[in-house]
T-cell receptor
Framework: DSGVTQTPKHLITATGQRVTLRCSPRSGDLSVYWYQQSLDQGLQFLIQYYNGEERAKGNILERFSAQQFPDLHSELNLSSLELGDSALYFC???????????FGPGTRLTVL | QKEVEQDPGPLSVPEGAIVSLNCTYSNSAFQYFMWYRQYSRKGPELLMY????GNKEDGRFTAQVDKSSKYISLFIRDSQPSDSATYLC?????????????FGKGTHLIIQP
């Protein structure tokens, strides 16, 4: 158990809908990263937050957004969903001063 | 050209064998390297973290980095059926974490009892 929690485990929705994925980092970690894992693209970095502020952006679509709250949990919002958004979404946290990232169990999103 | 190349496998070896998993990368700015193990539909689990050329050992696992050749390896000794999983290499340019990891596609490893 990495100490990173994610909810929900599974999400099934329809095209055009909007969903919110939630992540709580390890106790004391200030950084949260979001990744998408699909069969064809592998694990891809989406966005990073540090202590409530956006720090880095990767291959995140404009339809996707994220935020980190004062209690350090983070939410990833996916809107106008398409079939191709079906994937595993992971968040990871990193201890301040280190480089290792610890991943949560993921949310499996299925868009029908 | 992809930034990180990793043979997807599957790689099938008998129990007890030494396993060698490899990644090559093209971006010479990568400075920090990690290996993750991922069981089917689970979150990646950090196995090894290195930042200098050379070897780092942890139990049955040895991580090797050759920055001059842009080549990293993970060796697993005395492989067990429980080692059957997908192994992902990951790397990042700078310390301090202001960037995400760049991953290889992963190698699917099967240890035959």
């Amino acid at each position: 158990d990495s100490g990173v929690t994610q909810t929900p485990k599974h999400l099934i929705t329809a095209t055009g809908q909007r969903v919110t994925l939630r992540c709580s980092p390890r106790s004391g970690d200030l950084s949260v990263y979001w990744y998408q894992q699909s069969l064809d693209q592998g694990l891809q970095f989406l966005i990073q937050y540090y202590n409530g502020e956006e720090r880095a952006k990767g291959n995140i679509l404009e339809r996707f957004s994220a935020q980190q709250f004062p209690d350090l949990h983070s939410e990833l919002n996916l809107s106008s969903l398409e079939l191709g958004d079906s994937a595993l979404y992971f968040c990871a946290s990193r201890a301040t001063g280190g480089n290792e990232q610890f991943f949560g169990p993921g949310t499996r999103l299925t868009v029908l | 050209q992809k930034e990180v190349e990793q043979d997807p496998g599957p790689l099938s070896v008998p129990e007890g064998a030494i396993v060698s998993l490899n990644c090559t990368y093209s971006n010479s700015a990568f400075q920090y390297f990690m290996w993750y193990r991922q069981y089917s539909r689970k979150g990646p689990e950090l196995l090894m973290y290195t930042y200098s050329s050379g070897n780092k050992e942890d139990g049955r696992f040895t991580a090797q980095v050759d920055k001059s050749s842009k080549y990293i390896s993970l060796f697993i000794r005395d492989s067990q059926p429980s080692d059957s999983a997908t192994y992902l290499c990951a790397m990042i340019e700078s310390g301090g974490g202001a960037d995400g990891l760049t991953f290889g596609k992963g190698t699917h490893l099967i240890i035959q009892p």
